[in-house]
């Protein structure tokens, strides 16, 4: 079982709807939970960032991790076309410092 | 910007070539990271420095070699590559490797390397 399971779509919404982006993981020991957005031609940049369970809100993205069933969602709400990227998460534990990335699921948001 | 600079944006380089890939970090930080992607596949680490000392290399062939002369800069250094090598390196760099709080990585926007 790998790590960290993302789905890579593409996964193709119209504009104003609400996304749902998920990844499981295998590793009891994660804590740390992290979505970032990768461009086409550009590197990843950080857009959520959360310890441990619950949610975290930020403008129109929200990040729920649910420790019990080991799983993280990105939702993003009134979608635009300038979301459209590759969104990509990560974890890591404090036992291991590395940072274990899934696939990254490909999002195309249609005018 | 993320304040992480990677030159040459692209590169293309036969097997017998010698290049090297340049990152510079403008964020303070301690922590500087190499990664391969390739399509399909998770971001791979391949060598983690912090405070200057190399502490992580993911068993990379040694026809990478990294360097890094001080905390803001970060080099890859490329010999006799294969095809299969072709993929986007990006640099990384975070505040500190040790403490998790601090380990938010930065990116910078990567090296289009295509081996022939």
């Known amino acids: 079982q790998k790590e960290v399971e993302q789905d890579p779509g593409p996964l193709s919404v119209p504009e104003g709807a609400i996304v749902s982006l998920n990844c499981t993981y295998s590793n009891s020991a994660f804590q740390y939970f992290m979505w970032y957005r990768q461009y086409s031609r550009k590197g990843p940049e950080l857009l959520m960032y959360t310890y441990s369970s619950g949610n975290k809100e930020d403008g129109r993205f929200t990040a729920q991790v649910d420790k019990s069933s080991k799983y993280i969602s990105l939702f993003i709400r009134d979608s635009q076309p300038s979301d459209s990227a590759t969104y990509l998460c990560a974890m890591s534990s404090n036992r291991d410092d590395k940072i274990i990335f899934g696939k990254g699921t490909r999002l195309h948001i249609l005018p | 910007e993320t304040g992480v600079t990677q030159t040459p944006r692209h590169l293309v380089m036969g097997m017998t070539n010698k290049k090297s890939l340049k990152c510079e970090q403008h964020l303070g930080h301690n922590a500087m990271y190499w990664y391969k992607q390739s399509a399909k596949k998770p971001l791979e680490l391949m060598f983690v420095y912090n405070f200057k000392e190399q502490t992580e290399n993911n068993s990379v062939p040694s026809r990478f070699s990294p360097e890094c002369p001080n905390s803001s800069h970060l080099f890859l250094h490329l010999h006799t590559l294969q095809p299969e090598d072709s993929a986007l390196y990006l640099c990384?760099?975070?505040?500190?490797?040790?403490?998790?709080?601090?380990?938010?990585?930065?990116f910078g926007a990567g090296t289009r390397l295509s081996v022939l």
């Open positions: 990384a760099s975070s505040q500190d490797r040790t403490i998790l709080a601090k380990n938010i990585q930065y």
